[in-house]
Nanobody, 120 residues
């Protein structure tokens, strides 16, 4: 299973970016897909997650500004980021919880990370 993230870049404060992450490989069933981020000198933290039923959850710091969505047919998850702030600057990683065999255990996979830089 591989995850390919894209969409990062440099944006001014108040601007928007949309991240995408496409999953490929022998995926049988997806439990959840999500986005994490790791800023300079910080630990990796959860940004947003969307589960199989479409339920979502967000970090308090991004609630109301970021929106996670997924295209099940494409095994792709998106993160629409609006009203960006300098403190949103980080490397953003997508992740996937899925099974690769019917009735198998759930594995977690990570994308390669995409840099988001918000200038003040």
């Amino acid at each position: 299973v591989q995850l390919q993230a894209s969409g990062g870049g440099l944006v001014q404060a108040g601007g928007s970016l949309r991240l995408s992450c496409a999953a490929s490989g022998s995926i049988v069933s997806i439990n959840a897909m999500g986005w994490y981020r790791q800023g300079p000198g910080s630990q990796r933290e959860l940004v947003a997650v969307i589960n199989r039923s479409g339920s979502t959850d967000y970090a308090t710091s991004v609630n109301g500004r970021f929106t996670i969505s997924r295209d099940n047919a494409k095994n792709t998850v998106y993160l629409q980021m609006n009203s960006l702030k300098p403190e949103d600057t980080a490397v953003y990683y997508c992740n996937l919880d899925c099974t690769i065999k019917p009735g198998g255990v759930v594995f977690r996979y990570w994308g390669q990370g995409t840099q988001v830089t918000v200038s003040s």
